[in-house]
Nanobody, 126 residues
Framework: QVQLVDIGGGLVQAGGSLKLSCAAS????????MGWFRQAPGKEREFVAT????????TYADVVKGRFTISRDTAKEMAYLQMNSLNPEDTAVYYC???????????????????WGQGTQVTVSS
């Protein structure tokens, strides 16, 4: 089992920045991908960003590309999502997730991920 804890989030004005953190523990040696997803009220959970467990090859959803950065600290078993130039459309509950190698076929799909953090609320005011 892998345990993930989402840290950070909060209320920020449009144009501001936030940094989310995700602490991983447990059988992390099986994990190959870490990702961030978000879910706004009344909407499905959507892909935000993903990277390999070593922090290589980050990929992003088009709507966040150039504004968000995913990173990993493998020594600390942490993942981060730096969010800049936030806008009200970024308001959602954000989740970190971890997956084994099966996610390689579809790393942007929530169904590829086995483990999830509890989620943290990000609210961007206009």
């Amino acid at each position: 089992q892998v345990q993930l804890v989402d840290i950070g989030g909060g209320l920020v004005q449009a144009g501001g920045s936030l940094k989310l953190s995700c602490a991983a523990s447990g059988r992390t040696f099986d994990m190959a991908f870490m990702g961030w997803f978000r879910q706004a009220p009344g909407k499905e959970r959507e892909f935000v960003a993903t990277t390999t467990y070593s922090g290589d090859s980050p990929t992003y959803a088009d709507v966040v590309k150039g504004r968000f950065t995913i990173s990993r600290d493998t020594a600390k078993e942490m993942a981060y999502l730096q969010m800049n130039s936030l806008n009200p459309e970024d308001t959602a509950v954000y989740y970190c997730a971890a997956a084994n190698t099966r996610a390689a076929h579809s790393p942007r799909s929530p169904s590829s991920y086995d483990y999830w953090g509890q989620g943290t609320q990000v609210t961007v005011s206009s």
